[in-house]
């Protein structure tokens, strides 16, 4: 969001009764208590750093079994690569105590209305900024007021889950309640309505549902079937009420890529939305971060690719030769998003003609992205230079929301048919993809999706199928936005991460068309000499390119990282910093983690 300095003008100020009466006045370039907080004005302006730290400015980056880069993250390499911080490490308040100060001075304000209303912007805020904390390190401390250096609350316990959940549940509640619709706040998607709330209540509910019933997780209060049940409800109204529906333009070939790479958020899909703006030189980098090749190499892996249906609604996995099937064989008739997620053969830019194939030099699997890139017009023309891309970026949109609904219901056991086709199937109309039928899912779960080696074994029950149709359409429609790792963590899927990152598959050396055009577009090549033509990518295998079984296989970038296992016993949250435990002896480690500190 757009950056804001407040500045409060000095006045000059004459016929000074004496040097007691200017020492007693109030500092007039600082925010103090009796001269701010008092105009809607106000409250905005000391609200509007909220968005700025808490929303994610850079979901595209975020590496998981389905998406990874150059260099692994901590998370991905495991082991001894995820260490104790001495400090940071995400254990930051400084948020928290601006949203508390302006709880706290809200009744100086003269509007009534305004109150009201940044009262429940910053529940909102304070909900979401603990629905983060709780993901990284589950019992954290509750705190609802500005604390100061002497309080002793500095030094208190972490409080339950449970309790935080509770505050949490009733701070959106009061937003849900009091924050103004989407017709009343003018700013929307860009500033939070009743809705938003809404799909935040949603998200972490359904975050916590799945949480505590994979992880087995029983505490005094609520069980997982009742915040299952919260984000059941809390995503049906937002369906029903009829405000957001998908952006189509019945044109199911382009409008997903065209939804995320607009400079304008769709009003309509987006409930909140970041603004990025080429005339406020507010920026961010997805579009570089794919075509530049110092912005990560990033590339989707084959797991991916492997989970995307036929066009006719049939797997792909289900195929003779699905495992060794080359590229342009491979994303031959599949679901649309597809070849809107990725270049495929006939990619070529928005606004231009050029037919590009993809670029190994910039992704280390092959599958190059493309959800989030823009028309190279964009941003003045700039937008391919690092840190120039303007296309504003989701937090909310509808078709989460919808799948939300959809998972809470199945994980509850009581998703009908009748549910899908106001969640699901209307995300696969927008593609034109076959309905998900729940007998048929149920009657034939996706062995590919239940397996150890690609997917999630831990799922059971009358429900196993159609759960496992649900991630499968979760991981497609909302590949790049930041969801992926959560969604492990909270189905307690850490085997996910140990599983293999490969790329596209080569039978050997040889020429390939990767975009179909008839032109050579890639050479792969053994021993000395080494081919040239003109416009082609030339690698030797065994040095420019590593493929998993030597002569031939997948792009094996990756091949010499050494990865350790994911420990199912202390990586599902967190540590603690240790500068934190030294300094508040009444905060417990999480499970796993050695900081080195006795108590």
């Not at 190499?297 to 996995?317: C, E, H, Q, S, W």
């Not at 909302?478 to 969801?483: D, S, Y």
């Not at 492990?488 to 293999?500: D, M």
Request: aromatic share 12%; charged share 25%.
């Amino acid at each position: 969001m757009k950056k804001k300095t407040i500045f409060i003008a000095l006045a000059l100020l004459a016929g000074l009764s004496s040097c007691d009466d200017w020492l007693d006045k109030e500092p007039l370039d600082k925010i103090v208590d009796t001269n701010y907080f008092k105009t809607e004005t106000d409250l905005q302006l000391f609200s509007n750093n909220f968005y700025n730290s808490i929303l994610n400015k850079s979901p595209y980056d975020e590496q998981s079994d389905l998406y990874v880069q150059q260099e692994l993250s901590d998370e991905m390499l495991g082991g001894e690569n995820r260490i104790v911080p001495a400090s940071g490490g995400g254990w930051s308040w400084t948020v928290l105590r601006s949203i508390n100060t302006l709880l706290g001075n809200i009744d100086k304000c003269e509007d009534a209305e305004a109150a009201v209303k940044y009262t429940a912007v910053s529940r909102f805020f304070r909900a979401f900024f603990y629905y983060d904390k709780v993901k990284r390190f589950g019992d954290v401390p509750w705190y609802d007021k500005e604390l100061f250096s002497d309080d002793p609350d500095l030094y208190k316990a972490r409080d339950s889950r449970e309790l935080v959940m509770t505050n949490m549940l009733a701070d959106v509640d009061y937003a849900i309640e009091n924050l103004p619709t989407k017709e009343e706040e003018t700013s929307s998607p860009f500033r939070v309505n009743r809705w938003a709330a809404l799909a935040l209540k949603s998200r972490f509910c359904l975050y916590e549902g799945t949480y505590r019933k994979y992880h087995n997780l029983t505490l005094d209060g609520h069980d997982y079937t009742y915040y299952l049940q919260q984000a059941a409800d809390a995503a049906e109204e937002l369906i029903n009420s009829g405000k957001y529906h998908l952006y189509s333009t019945d044109n199911p070939e382009e409008d997903y890529l065209t939804l995320f790479a607009e400079e304008d958020a769709n009003p309509d899909e987006y409930i909140l939305a970041i603004k990025f703006d080429y005339g406020m030189s507010v920026y961010h980098n997805a579009t570089a971060h794919t075509l530049v090749p110092t912005q990560g190499r990033p590339g989707v892996t084959r797991k991916l690719i492997n989970a995307y249906l036929m066009k006719d609604g049939t797997r792909f996995t289900d195929r003779e030769g699905w495992e060794t099937m080359p590229f342009t064989e491979e994303v031959k008739d599949r679901d649309p998003r597809l070849a809107q997620s990725i270049r495929t053969p006939g990619y070529h830019r928005i606004g231009q003609t050029d037919i590009l194939a993809p670029d190994l030099s910039v992704s280390v699997t092959g599958y190059q992205p493309v959800k989030f890139v823009q028309d190279p017009t964009d941003s003045g023309g700039q937008v391919d230079r690092n840190d120039r891309s303007t296309c504003d970026l989701p937090v909310f949109r509808l078709a989460e929301v919808m799948l939300n609904f959809a998972e809470a219901k199945a994980e509850l056991g009581n998703l009908t048919q009748a549910d899908l086709d106001k969640s699901v199937n209307v995300i696969r109309d927008r593609v034109g993809m076959p309905h998900l039928n729940l007998a048929e899912a149920n009657a034939n779960p996706d062995p590919y999706l239940a397996s150890d080696d690609y997917g999630y074994s831990n799922v059971t029950g009358s429900n196993e199928g159609v759960i496992l149709e649900i991630r499968r359409e979760r991981a497609i429609e909302l590949t790049q936005e930041g969801f992926r790792y959560d969604d492990l963590v909270r189905w307690k899927a850490g085997t996910c991460i140990n599983q293999s990152i490969m790329g596209m598959y080569f039978p050997g050396a040889g020429e390939y068309d990767l975009s179909g055009d008839g032109a050579i577009d890639v050479i792969l090549y053994e021993g000395d000499d080494k081919p040239v033509l003109d416009g082609a990518q030339i690698y030797k295998i065994g040095s420019d390119i590593t493929l998993s079984e030597g002569d031939h296989g997948y792009i094996d970038y990756h091949h010499n990282i050494v990865r350790t296992a994911f420990n199912e016993e202390r990586d599902y949250l967190y540590p603690i910093p240790i500068n934190e435990r030294s300094l508040n002896h009444n905060l417990t480690q999480n499970p796993g983690w050695n900081d080195g500190l006795s108590f």
